[in-house]
C-alpha cells in the first residue's frame, strides 16, 4: 500500500509520496491545473498508479492543508523573483 508521508528533512515536510520526493503538490497541479490523467502522471514521475491516487486521495482529504502549501509555494516564487530582479 502506497503511503503518503510527511518528514521534515524531505521536501521541507511537505506531503510527499513514500519513498520519493514526489510531492502531493506536484502531482496535484499536474492532474488539476495541467489536466494530465493519472496514468500520465504516473508515467511522467516513473512511479506505480497507485502512488498517484495515493496523492490524490489525499489531496481531497486535506484539500485546506495542500492549498495552503500551494499558495506558500507561490509567495516563495514571487519573492524569489522579486530578489533576483533587485540583485540584477
Known amino acids: 500500500m502506497v503511503q503518503i508521508v510527511r518528514n521534515s528533512r524531505i521536501c ?6 513514500e519513498g520519493t520526493r514526489i510531492r502531493v503538490i506536484d502531482v496535484i497541479e499536474r492532474y488539476k ?3 494530465e490523467s493519472p496514468e500520465d502522471i ?11 491516487f495515493a496523492a490524490i486521495s489525499y489531496y ?5 492543508e495542500i ?4 499558495d ?3 509567495e516563495f ?3 524569489m523573483r522579486k530578489e533576483l530582479v533587485h540583485a540584477t
Not at 42 to 52: S, T
Not at 60 to 64: E, G
Not at 67 to 70: D, L, P, R, T
Request: charged content about 30%.
Open 12 to 17: 521541507g515536510g511537505k506531503a510527499c509520496i
Open 33 to 35: 491545473i495541467l489536466n
Open 42 to 52: 504516473a508515467e511522467g514521475f516513473a512511479i506505480d498508479i497507485d502512488a498517484v
Open 60 to 64: 481531497y482529504k486535506h484539500v485546506s
Open 67 to 70: 492549498k495552503n502549501e500551494i
Open 72 to 74: 506558500q509555494d507561490k
Open 77 to 79: 516564487v514571487k519573492r
